[in-house]
């Protein structure tokens, strides 16, 4: 776990509305954009006690969220296009004049892609109309937001592809991000840097890389690592932490064994929930997942299972499903239609158990769908339950003096006797920044920026 600057910020003056503050007009506060459940902001404001002063969020289940477990935020529930201006204004106004200390922003990724950037441009700079993902623009105003709070630190969190992405900028021209990021915000001041973080060198027990931007108009930061036209590298920058795991003489990563090995045994058919933990609980696989998967061994994939389960006839090709012997089904993903039955057309990755000694794998939103990738427990027949996310993301996590509350909030179709949502826990989770990664890039910043001390 980071250090605490909580400790540290007390020897700081205070304004005259309560915070602490550095230099001449900063506040030592933290506020976020595209928030989703505040969980990355755990990180910030229940690890380093750097107070998450407000948030904005389109989902109203998701703004719930933060309001019920950040009590004292401000939470913005809508639209950023609509909301960035009162936001900045907002912003302002709390903090009495004062500058936010940092701004964290994590747009929503699924609609970035390297792939066709070359395309893409050609058929904007032709006044082409190209069919056009609007969630990556969405950077737009998150700096916009950015101009207008001028925070001593930025981060951006998003996939790594992003580092590819051309957009539509603010004239209607093609301009990759980076640069439209380094374009409008190094004249401000800012020096930045984008490296691809694997967050398993953090102590997260499951893989998750992403790109983090980070910002700082500090002068001293400035003249350390001065500005560039290119800021990004797979490699770590001085921006970022050095890892705690995995490299020579550091711990290895940790495991879901580690993580998550000591949980009570589930089943998706006869013992889907654990009684003393509502958390503990999977969706139950229909008959077929069941007998797919429960022949299928730890890190494997069912569409890999060629021997018959009957009479054992070994070695059928890949698109085979029914034994060349006894004509029983093999136990590979299947789908019947019209009298016929074939191999799911999927991708390898599906239908596959995780490995026990290696972290689990990314934790997406659809973490209790067998058919996405990678989504098996590793020797139970079953997907990974509420519980273990939790815990693999860090959210339920010992550093944190006190447990998220999703109770309360609903969100879709409400579970008769279930008093939260297990949707919203997968969603929320699998789109979420891993607080403790976070609690660590923000210590560093503040180590960093030296007045925290
Ligand atoms: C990647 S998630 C953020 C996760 C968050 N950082 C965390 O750690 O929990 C992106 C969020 O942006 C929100 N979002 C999408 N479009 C938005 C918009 N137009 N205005 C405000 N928020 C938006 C999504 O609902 C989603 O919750």
Same mark, same amino acid.
């Given at each position: 776990?980071?250090?605490?600057?909580?400790?540290?910020?007390?020897?700081?003056?205070?304004?005259?509305?309560?915070?602490?503050?550095?230099?001449?007009?900063?506040?030592?506060?933290?506020?976020?954009?595209?928030?989703?459940?505040?969980?990355?902001?755990?990180?910030?404001?229940?690890?380093?006690?750097?107070?998450?002063?407000?948030?904005?969020?389109?989902?109203?289940?998701?703004?719930? =969220?933060?309001?019920?477990?950040?009590?004292?935020? @401000?939470?913005?529930?809508?639209?950023?296009?609509?909301?960035?201006?009162?936001? /900045?204004?907002?912003?302002?106004?709390?903090?009495?004049?004062?500058?936010?200390?940092? =701004?964290?922003?994590? !747009? $929503?990724? @699924?609609?970035?892609?390297?792939?066709?950037?070359?395309?893409?441009?050609?058929?904007?700079?032709?006044?082409?109309?190209? *069919?056009?993902?609007?969630?990556?623009? &969405?950077?737009?105003?998150?700096?916009?937001?950015?101009?207008? =709070?001028? $925070?001593?630190?930025?981060?951006?969190?998003?996939?790594?592809?992003?580092?590819?992405?051309?957009?539509?900028?603010?004239?209607?021209? !093609?301009?990759?991000?980076?640069?439209?990021?380094?374009?409008?915000?190094? !004249?401000?001041?800012?020096?930045?840097?984008?490296?691809?973080?694997?967050?398993?060198?953090?102590?997260?027990?499951?893989?998750?890389?992403?790109?983090?931007?980070?910002?700082?108009?500090?002068?001293?930061?400035?003249?350390?690592?001065?500005? &560039?036209?290119?800021?990004?590298?797979?490699?770590?920058?001085?921006?970022?932490?050095?890892?705690?795991?995995?490299? $020579?003489?550091?711990?290895?990563?940790?495991?879901?064994?580690?993580?998550?090995?000591?949980?009570?045994?589930?089943?998706?058919?006869?013992?889907?929930?654990?009684?003393?933990?509502?958390?503990?609980?999977? !969706? #139950?696989?229909?008959?077929?997942?069941?007998?797919?998967?429960?022949?299928?061994?730890?890190?494997?994939?069912?569409?890999?299972?060629?021997?018959?389960?009957?009479?054992?006839?070994?070695?059928?090709?890949?698109?085979?499903?029914?034994?060349?012997?006894?004509?029983? *089904? =093999?136990?590979?993903?299947?789908?019947?239609?019209?009298?016929?039955?074939?191999?799911?057309?999927?991708?390898?990755?599906?239908?596959?158990?995780?490995?026990?000694?290696?972290?689990?794998?990314?934790?997406?939103?659809?973490?209790?769908?067998?058919?996405?990738?990678?989504?098996?427990?590793?020797?139970?027949?079953?997907?990974?339950?509420?519980?273990?996310?939790?815990?693999?993301?860090?959210?339920?996590? $010992?550093?944190?003096?006190?447990?998220?509350?999703?109770?309360?909030?609903?969100?879709?179709?409400?579970?008769?006797?279930?008093?939260?949502?297990?949707?919203?826990?997968?969603? /929320?989770?699998?789109?979420?920044?891993? *607080?403790?990664?976070? #609690?660590?890039?923000?210590?560093?910043?503040?180590?960093?920026?030296?007045?925290?001390?």
């Amino acid at each position: 776990m980071a250090k605490k600057t909580q400790s540290i910020k007390s020897k700081l003056p205070e304004s005259s509305n309560g915070f602490r503050v550095l230099g001449d007009d900063v506040a030592l506060a933290s506020a976020s954009l595209f928030s989703g459940g505040g969980i990355g902001d755990v990180g910030i404001e229940w690890g380093l006690g750097v107070p998450v002063i407000a948030a904005c969020e389109l989902v109203p289940s998701r703004a719930e =969220l933060i309001r019920r477990n950040f009590p004292d935020t @401000q939470v913005l529930e809508g639209d950023i296009w609509k909301l960035a201006n009162g936001y /900045v204004s907002d912003v302002q106004k709390h903090l009495g004049g004062l500058r936010p200390w940092l =701004l964290t922003l994590s !747009p $929503p990724c @699924q609609g970035m892609s390297a792939n066709g950037a070359g395309r893409i441009s050609a058929a904007i700079r032709s006044g082409k109309r190209m *069919p056009e993902d609007k969630r990556n623009r &969405l950077v737009l105003p998150g700096i916009d937001v950015l101009e207008g =709070l001028r $925070p001593d630190w930025f981060l951006i969190e998003n996939v790594r592809r992003m580092e590819n992405t051309v957009i539509r900028n603010e004239k209607g021209e !093609p301009e990759n991000i980076l640069k439209l990021i380094g374009r409008r915000l190094q !004249p401000l001041g800012y020096t930045i840097r984008s490296s691809i973080v694997d967050f398993r060198r953090y102590g997260v027990p499951h893989h998750r890389e992403r790109l983090i931007t980070i910002g700082s108009r500090l002068p001293s930061i400035v003249q350390e690592i001065p500005p &560039l036209s290119d800021f990004f590298s797979k490699e770590l920058s001085g921006l970022h932490p050095r890892p705690s795991h995995g490299g $020579p003489d550091l711990p290895s990563p940790v495991t879901l064994r580690e993580a998550v090995g000591h949980l009570p045994q589930l089943d998706s058919l006869s013992q889907p929930i654990d009684s003393k933990d509502a958390y503990h609980r999977v !969706p #139950s696989w229909n008959e077929s997942q069941y007998y797919w998967m429960s022949n299928t061994s730890e890190g494997k994939t069912a569409f890999d299972n060629h021997d018959c389960v009957y009479c054992k006839t070994e070695g059928h090709a890949p698109e085979v499903v029914f034994c060349r012997s006894c004509q029983k *089904p =093999l136990p590979k993903p299947t789908i019947s239609k019209n009298g016929t039955t074939r191999l799911v057309r999927g991708f390898r990755t599906s239908y596959r158990r995780m490995t026990w000694d290696k972290p689990a794998s990314t934790i997406t939103m659809n973490s209790g769908v067998i058919s996405s990738d990678m989504k098996g427990h590793p020797d139970q027949n079953r997907v990974l339950s509420l519980r273990e996310i939790l815990i693999l993301s860090t959210l339920d996590h $010992p550093s944190w003096n006190r447990a998220y509350q999703f109770e309360g909030v609903r969100h879709g179709r409400s579970q008769p006797g279930l008093n939260f949502s297990p949707r919203l826990v997968r969603e /929320v989770v699998g789109e979420s920044i891993p *607080p403790l990664g976070m #609690s660590y890039i923000i210590q560093h910043l503040a180590d960093l920026d030296g007045r925290l001390k």
